[in-house]
């Protein structure tokens, strides 16, 4: 939590909370309504799947203290963001005290229901038995309408009081209504009572708040996901490991992790090699294999020998934590859609008010029995639940950015996930972005009489210890051409760095390497051919004054960059390389994923980046990972941060990816267009239905338990149209390998 609290004081005008007792769509309206009343408080938004509060105005405004004293008065909690242990603890607890009730509803609704059944069915003898029937009837929905919708009353209390009174008031207000109608036709002596429609309202509406729970739970896992570190890690103290607990390890203290086990914190490698299975934070299925000097991320598994590293960010402060942090931000905000769909509920729940008693008041002026006229009124009141509205986007929100963490992309704004969904342009930079960033040897070239493990093993000797990416490449190279041991053999006496130009090594048998550029080698006097601009680096080995290798470098692009790239392609996106490297690199990359020559620009400056990503057609995507991209990612509508991204660039964009590669760039962009299309869906349907529902109920007699299961229905629509979207995510790999095979065939000859 000490990161949060660093993190808010940090973002001026802004503050995170979690509010609890939330039971609703409503009560989530309410506090926002009550909040955004404050001096200096300019907005307040309450995201209700993960009580989340966000509010927005002065700082001195936004003091948790203040705030608690506000929410209090409505009967909530206000507290920091929740742990992720904390929330499923609440949604557990949430669980529980739903199933109870609803046991409850169920075990005294069934004896309501049947004895209104049998008065129904006209199944007793005598119309006195149908009275004492009418009685029982109401005896048993007595616990129902009481313990069992004690929170719908509440809710609708609470709401009411901060004049935003949404679906639990219209709940309570329709199930005391019908208890009211009925003991009013009981002491009249008429058996036609509407104990069951109370009882089925609030058993079914319990049914559906059970499911939207369930579905909270869902989206919850996604977060859960992300690393859980233990509790006690081995810290290297005093000349030997000791066990710690994690809370106490520092920036700088060494931690030894066990073959097999978790790495706890963010760091950097220090003795020798390590093979780290990424697959918990990335999704990659090969372990991959790292240097010393090498960063290493929380959640990576040992897959090699015991490693030790040393860390770089405390607990609380690693990029899992962050990433954590960021998915609060992002939940607590709302897009163009949930906006809507909130004003939409808002005016919803007065409307069916005054349409209820303007029902009530035209058909009694009509003639019609006050008993009728009360009953059509309890309809009106029933069918225009704004149930499904409150759910439609939330819920919606919740799957597509739970299915966008389980494949590796962090969605920070809903707002740009909804722009996501639009974007016509997409533009990527070079280097950490397309490619995996550091160079990779291509070939090596022989220029002396020497065999080819001779020229290994001397390279290897050469480059170890060097931190210059370019030795750092040559030493992979030799160490996957070679046993790891290579150049163990020699005796190294002294090695000099010369900073970005090369490195000078003395062996013990009196040679001397060096290893550097042309540029370098020529300076210390050695005969060196004049080589064409080909858009690759390299690095020049030398011994004894002589030739030896020439190793040429380039960068790679990453696995699946020219599948991505075509995909995008094929639906219509406009794509561009824009980078500041030397046009033949660019050119270089370009040929190996598959761009045009007019989609490429080399040498660009950031403002000329910005220049170019504000002439593409919008909305524009760009992806980016360095300080030079910055303003690119700044211009575009939706910026991207691939993995390995600088922090400040992390933090400036809308969206994450945790995969190397930029795979989940079409995966970003089609879950959005996804869910996008499931919320206006949700929408429009559960829009179309209170009107509807609302017209009928007005025009027509509707008998009030029709429209308690067709309110609920609504609501359960909603929430089985938002699911869709993890069906349709488990579908989607196979839908695209097919596609895939479908495409080939179709340019087979």
Known sequence: MDAISDSQSERQGEALYSVQGLWCTSCALAVEAQLARMPGVS??????????LLVQGQPPALEEARLAAAVSRLGYRLGPPEAIGDAEARLDAESRYLTLRLLMAVAFGMWTMLASLLIYAGAMPSAELDVIMAWVSGAFALPVVTYVALPFYRAGWRTTRAWRPGMDALVALGALTAVGVSLWLLMLGSPEVYFDTAVMLVTLLLVGRLVETLCRHRGLRALQALHRPPAQVQRWVADAWHSCALEAVAVGDRLRVEPGETLPLDGVLRDGEALLDLSPLTGESAPRRCLPGDAVAAGCRNRGAALVFEVTAPAGECRLDRLR?????????????????DRFAGWLSPLAVVLALLTLVATWLAGVPTEEAWVRALSVLVVACPCAVGLAIPLAGLAGSGQALERGVVIRDPGAFETLARIRSAAFDKTGTLTAGEPQVQAMHSAANLSEPELLTLASVAARGSEHPLARAVRRYVQDAQDAGAGGEFEIVQAEEVGGRGRRVSLGDGRELLLGSRAWLAEQGVATEQAADSGESEVLLACDGALSARFTLGETALPGTAETLAELRRHGLALALISGDRAPAVRRLADAVGMKAEECYAGRSPEAKAKLLAAMPQPSLYVGDGLNDVVGLATASVGVAPLGANSTVQEGASVALLKPGVAGVEVAWRLARRTRRVMRQNLVLSGIYNL????????????????????????LSVVANSARLALAGEREPQVRQQSQQVGALGTAP
């Open 692 to 715: 509807l529902a609302l017209g009928l109920a007005v025009a027509m007699p509707i008998p009030p338990l029709i429209a308690v299961l067709a309110m609920v229905a609504s609501s």
């Open 43 to 52: 907005a307040a938004s309450v995201h209700y799947p993960s009580a989340t």
């Open 325 to 341: 942090e960021q998915m609060w931000w992002q939940q607590a905000r709302k897009g163009e859609l949930q906006r809507l769909a």
